[in-house]
């Protein structure tokens, strides 16, 4: 069977992992797919830079924000979809890795359920690329055995069982946080989490002007109001955030008060 990325096979889906904006952190075999697509259906956190590898390709933005979608996902489905059918080779090309909470999976059940063909291209995700940058290992042989993703914007946050994915030996990297910082840290204390975990807010990893913050976990929410940390951001909380390359919001904080003492 010919690989889809045969030019020669038209009327197809690729979902492409634009990795955590980067451009250089692009697989080749991304560079490939965009280099081919006729039509480009991106995220909105999407670098321009990576767009502008495909070009020759029509782009529609199905940029989604907390409160406001372009798109549902329905919609996003049945726009990729009417393309293929037309011949084309349709990039679906997503923030991070599709299927990291990228609903990737979501698309592909619905590029099946119509019978076209459709290839996955992982990406670096969100949480690599920012974690890399910052020198924080996720893992390490001495201070944590296991990583846990969560994200912390989806629908009943307060009734998820998180208990056991925080602590000694343990990391727990949160997708989507910002919004909801104040409430995951009360919900992660509540489940037995100490309130003096290192955590770090990882903003904007790998772009222009990205920062990396600790603090303890107790002090998570007054820490991300005072810093004023936008999205897109990673919260990693564990042990292992001390091996990071941060910023000491706590300490710095501290000092700061004491000065005006």
């Keep these: 069977m010919a690989t889809l990325l045969d030019p020669s096979s038209r009327g197809r889906v690729i979902l492409v992992g634009a990795g ?3 451009p250089g952190l692009l697989t080749v075999r991304a560079v490939e797919a965009l280099r081919q697509a006729d039509v480009v259906v991106h995220d909105g956190l999407v670098d321009p830079r990576v767009l502008d590898l ?3 390709a029509h782009r529609i933005s199905v940029a989604k924000s907390r409160a406001r979608h372009t798109l549902p996902q329905e919609a996003i489905n049945a726009l990729i979809i009417a393309h293929v059918k037309t011949g084309a080779i349709v990039v679906r090309l997503k923030g991070g890795d599709p299927f990291i909470f ?3 999976g979501e698309e592909v059940e619905a590029v099946r359920a119509a019978g076209l063909p459709v290839e996955v291209i992982p990406g670096i995700s969100a949480a690599l690329g920012a974690a890399a940058e910052a020198m924080l290992p996720l893992t390490h042989r001495d201070w944590s055995s296991a990583v846990s993703f969560v994200a912390g ?5 307060t009734d998820q069982d998180w208990s056991g994915l ?4 343990r990391t727990l990297v949160i997708y989507m946080g910002v919004a909801t910082c104040p409430e995951i840290s009360e919900k992660l204390m509540n489940d037995g989490v100490a309130p003096d975990m290192p955590v770090a807010v990882l903003e904007r990893g790998t772009l222009e002007g990205s920062r990396a913050l600790r603090t303890l976990l107790a002090d998570l929410g007054p820490m991300v109001a005072r810093e004023k940390v936008r999205s897109p951001a990673i919260i990693v909380v564990g042990e292992v955030v001390m091996l990071a390359d941060a910023d000491d919001k706590l300490a710095a904080w501290a000092d700061a008060a004491e000065a005006l003492a």
């Design 20 to 22: 955590p904006g980067d």
């Design 54 to 56: 495909a070009p020759q």
């Design 102 to 104: 990228g609903r990737g």
């Design 153 to 157: 914007q989806c629908k009943g946050l």
């Design 166 to 169: 925080a602590g000694k030996g």
